[in-house]
């Protein structure tokens, strides 16, 4: 006899369906788990067989074969523990054989018979409510999978005896709620930042149309300050982009007690990290930062100082909105929209552009082009908005605090986003969100300029040397520009701050 328990194997953010066979028969007594599974699923045998004994059970003195089918389909993790215990226990008699069916089962067992958690459930709970079947997972991961829908049918057992209890009909646990956390109402303000209103003014565009961000400036100016405000006037995210968050996340293992939240994610990387900590990678394919900040802002601070391989394998990814990562044996795609921000000084002292400053060795040109040569001029090309922030002068320090803080500017982005979403939902583009998001094609229709504006920006392109690529992200910038003016159309005086977002572009290309 063949007891059959489901579970799944992840690829990226999907959920394969996994058939655990489970069966005991007469001969020598061994237990063999077979299916082209790694380290952590040999290793599961010695974990059941402990779960079991602090359980009450035995394993018998037979033959125990696990068959993970597919065959073909590589096995990772260590969350078939579970279905693999409770396919014994239906073969042995200690559970019902037909209690189990409908059912997708994961969990890591503990030596003492709990079930601890895993990564991966919300995915794993939206592909057996897509199948039909309800969930069985450790009971830390509740919240996370009562998500899925309020008619899948959840148990989120604390250890295998409570499972078996509530089977027998001794112990019934109730299904658990889905989980919220906390919102975190405390975030910086921009009211704590003086002076820097031309960069002010770039953070609020940045955020409105999504687009990438690169600070340049001395060392103290508050460019890392600046970035570490923009979540607080950036836009909760929408249902479907939760969704899609919250999947990366739960397949990453950071859903912390399995709630999930709308506020955007801010990832910002040590420039120590390698390029497999950015754009994902190892032995299992993991998600790197990029996919971590999907729908979200990656900051890079001290940008020059990142390697420069890990830098341009960011080139990709900001084009296409996915990161696709191969290895011999499989081939795993994540999404990865993110909105990159970066902060970098102009040299490696830093004060090469601060007025009477002369660096002892070499010229200020010089030092300024052999530190800005690190990042490679098709990267620079792909960030929208250059911004120079100089150094804040003590009087400006001394200043009472701003009026408007990151309330006012949060609901000027709010008001362009949901424009932003019309326009493109009217287009027929219900996917696009922003201004950035938008594809080359898109844009020239919903950023046609007026005949002043026309003029502008061919004769700025060709004194800029604008490439096709610069070309397009004027146009979003200045489409974006006049979102938050509330204009129907772009106008000269839109394109004509957009261009000047792209002057230093110009500069640090030349550089590179």
């Known amino acids: 006899m063949v007891v059959r328990v489901a579970t799944v194997a992840f690829e990226g953010i999907e959920a394969r369906p996994v058939d655990v066979q489970v069966q005991i028969a007469n001969g020598n007594v061994v237990f063999t788990v077979v299916g082209l599974g790694d380290k952590a699923v040999a290793e599961s045998r010695e974990r059941v067989r402990a779960a079991l004994n602090a359980s009450g059970l035995a394993l018998p003195a037979k033959r125990i074969t696990v068959n993970l089918a597919p065959a073909d389909l590589p096995k990772e993790g260590s969350h078939y523990d579970l279905p693999i215990a409770l396919g014994i226990m239906a073969a042995i008699g ?3 054989p037909d ?13 003492d018979g709990a079930i601890t958690a895993v990564a991966g459930v919300l995915p794993a709970a939206i592909a057996a409510n897509a199948r039909g079947h309800g969930l069985i997972c450790p009971h830390d991961c509740g919240p996370e999978a009562a998500w899925a829908g309020q008619d899948l049918d959840v148990l989120a057992p604390i250890s295998l005896i409570q499972l078996v209890n509530h089977f027998k009909g001794t112990q019934v646990m109730a299904r658990p709620r889905p989980g919220v956390r906390a919102v975190n109402r405390a975030l910086p303000d921009l009211r704590d930042v003086k002076g820097q209103e031309s960069a002010k003014r770039a953070l609020e565009i940045a955020a409105a149309g999504g687009h990438n961000l690169l600070f340049n400036g001395p060392p103290g100016a508050g460019k890392s300050m600046l970035a570490a405000r923009l979540p607080s006037i950036l836009p909760p995210l929408t249902p479907a982009e939760l969704l899609e968050v919250s999947l990366i996340h739960s397949i990453a293992g950071d859903l912390a007690g399995g709630a999930l939240t709308d506020q955007r994610p801010f990832r910002a990387p040590h ?3 390698s390029m ?6 190892g032995a299992r394919a993991r998600p790197g930062e990029i996919s971590l900040a999907h729908h979200g802002v990656l ?7 990142f390697q420069a391989q890990a830098l341009d394998s960011l080139r990709q990814p900001l084009e296409t909105g996915e990161v696709a990562i191969s290895r011999a044996a499989h081939r795993t795609v994540y999404p990865a929209r993110f909105q990159l921000v970066a902060a970098m000084n102009p040299c490696r002292c830093g004060h090469a552009m601060d007025p009477g400053f002369s660096c002892h060795r070499q010229p200020n040109d010089r030092c300024m082009a052999q530190y800005q040569t690190r990042i490679s001029g098709p990267l620079l090309d792909r960030i929208d908005l250059h911004v120079e922030a100089p150094a804040i002068a003590a009087a400006d320090l001394m200043l009472p605090p701003p009026c408007e803080g990151s309330a006012e500017v949060a609901a000027r982005v709010a008001a362009a986003r949901e424009i932003q979403r019309a326009r493109y939902a009217a287009m027929g583009f219900k996917g696009i969100g922003s201004n950035a998001a938008a594809p080359a094609a898109v844009i020239e229709q919903a950023a046609q300029p007026d005949a002043s504006g026309r003029k502008l920006v061919q004769e700025a392109s060709e004194r800029l040397r604008l490439s096709a690529r610069g070309f397009h992200r004027v146009l979003k910038l200045a489409r974006t520009i006049a979102d938050l003016d509330g204009a129907a159309t772009v106008g000269a005086i839109h394109l004509a701050e957009a261009l000047s977002y792209r002057i230093d572009a110009t500069r640090l290309l030349r550089a590179a």
Do not use: M, R
């Open 99 to 111: 209690a189990l069916q409908n059912y997708t089962v994961l969990g890591e067992l503990a030596l």
């Open 94 to 96: 200690a559970i019902a």
């Open 271 to 273: 420039h120590s990290a």
């Open 276 to 281: 497999a900590a950015l754009v994902g990678g």
């Open 299 to 305: 900051f890079l601070d001290e940008l020059p100082e």
